[in-house]
């Protein structure tokens, strides 16, 4: 068993000496009570920032719960941004089925890709079997 801890995100400063280190305890892995004048809610901006008149009700505006999606009616965007990566969900389904009716090479690209890696690499190497 390591005697090391990883702790944070990642990288080679957030490994510790597990002998360095106190067990953590519940109370540790509470959520604190925020004790500034002023809170910040949302991701920044001055419009974001409220009085702390309740340490209680500053917390819960902090915690923010994931937003549901919905599907969308018209135009969808995947990725990190861009004009290539709007789509329409309704056409892309219908050039889906269009694809696979005509047996087109699109269409083909699902069926290649069952092929695992390893299975690449052998067929390369080796040849076909």
């Known amino acids: 068993m390591s005697n090391l801890q990883s702790s944070g995100r990642g990288g080679a400063g957030n490994i510790v000496d597990k002998k360095n280190t ?3 305890q519940p109370e540790d892995l509470q959520t604190p009570t925020l004790k500034t004048n002023v809170v ?6 001055t419009g974001n920032m409220a009085k702390n ?6 917390r819960l505006r902090q915690d ?5 999606r919905r599907d969308s009616k018209g135009a969808s965007h995947i990725g990190r ?3 290539g ?6 056409d892309a389904e219908k050039a889906k089925k ?5 047996g087109s090479a699109v269409a083909d690209d699902a069926e290649k890709e069952k092929t695992s890696w390893t299975e690449k690499g052998k067929a390369f190497l080796f040849g076909k079997k």
């Open 22 to 24: 106190t067990p953590l």
């Open 40 to 45: 910040t809610t949302g991701r920044g901006g």
């Open 53 to 58: 008149l309740d340490p209680v009700e500053a």
């Open 64 to 68: 923010v719960e994931p937003v549901i």
């Open 81 to 83: 941004g861009g004009t």
């Open 85 to 90: 990566n709007v789509f329409n969900p309704e």
């Open 98 to 102: 269009e694809a696979e009716k005509s």
